[in-house]
């Protein structure tokens, strides 16, 4: 099984809703967020996915994100905006992006860094 990740980082505000504690007070992160492909076999060019796809893909939805009070910016104006959600978000958006062609296989945020969250499809 081959992998290829790429990361990126933004910034941007959020509380959590129907929470208790100081995160329910509005407050920022530097967030990371990781991208994983795996597959089994690579394409004739002896790749899974190329490097720059999964970096633009990934970038289009930081761009989206970054500075932003996430609260206020869809779908996290209903979703409640924590890392897992996030993490979900992320999937969805870059597998779109990317096709039916390459397969996501983890996504990870880290909200400080030590705290992160996985979403596996």
């Known amino acids: 099984m081959f992998e290829v990740s790429v990361t990126a980082t933004f910034a941007a505000a959020h ?22 492909c795996s ?11 190329d490097f720059i796809d999964l970096k633009q893909a990934t970038r289009a939805v930081v761009d989206y994100l970054d500075h932003k009070h996430l609260n206020e910016t869809p779908p996290f104006d209903v ?11 992320f999937y969805q958006q870059v597998q779109e992006r990317l096709g039916a062609g390459s397969r996501i296989s983890q996504v990870r945020v880290w909200e400080t860094d030590t705290c992160v969250a996985t979403y596996r499809p």
């Open 15 to 36: 509380f959590l809703r129907d929470y208790k504690g100081k995160c329910e007070n509005l407050h920022g992160h530097n967030y990371r967020v990781e991208i994983t």
């Open 39 to 49: 597959g089994p076999e690579l394409d004739n060019a002896g790749m899974l996915v």
């Open 79 to 89: 979703w409640n905006p924590s890392a897992e959600y996030i993490a979900l978000y």
